[in-house]
């Protein structure tokens, strides 16, 4: 018998080697000294997106804000129950749930529903979401990502339900 979802491990990030630390540092270093004005062009651009990011907030603030006041009361428990358990895996489930809630752009716990939308309701990113979350939930279920193309959620991926029906279309590694 398979071991209940809230004893799943939590993801745990691959730490970049000292080798590609090394050559970023470097890079930026030969950017510095031989192409200064570069340097300070992204630089700016660093900066702007910082101040940007800070104007913007306040209003990601308020969005989940009054998410969190209309779904009052709803956890996991009422998010699972969305799902019909002898189909859909559970690890899956709780893996998406929990990954869900550390991408969002707020440090608020906000009651997910598997009909929200990912990128207007939760305001994620489509980078975030093909780049990391899927990888961190591929990680914790121990599900392939090869072979998605043929997965029929491919490139259908809007919602939250969408999410988990496509890792529940996911072949296992084997690894958990």
């Known amino acids: 018998m398979r071991t209940a979802s809230r004893f799943m491990l939590k993801y745990k990030p691959e730490r970049a080697s000292k080798f590609t630390s090394f050559t970023f540092l470097t890079a930026v270093l030969?950017?510095?000294i031989y192409q200064p004005i570069y340097f300070l062009v992204l630089a700016g651009l660093g900066l702007l997106t910082i101040i940007c990011g800070y104007i913007e907030q306040p209003k990601i603030d308020r969005h989940?804000?009054?998410l969190c006041e209309k779904r009052k009361?709803?956890?996991?428990?009422?998010?699972?129950?969305?799902f019909d358990c002898k189909i859909v895996d559970t690890w899956?489930?709780?893996a998406v749930y929990e990954q869900l809630q550390a991408a969002l752009p707020t440090k608020q716990q906000v009651p997910i529903q598997a009909s929200d939308e990912l990128f207007n309701t939760l305001k994620l990113d489509e980078d975030d979401l093909d780049l990391d979350l899927i990888e961190q939930i591929a990680q914790r279920t121990g599900r392939s990502l090869a072979g998605c193309g043929n997965n029929p959620y491919y490139g259908k991926v809007t919602t939250v339900r969408n999410l988990v029906l496509f890792f529940n279309r996911q072949p296992r590694t084997g690894a958990i």
């Open 73 to 82: 009361g709803l956890s996991i428990c009422e998010f699972a129950r969305e």
């Open 30 to 32: 030969a950017l510095f």
């Open 64 to 66: 989940f804000q009054q």
């Open 92 to 94: 899956i489930i709780r």
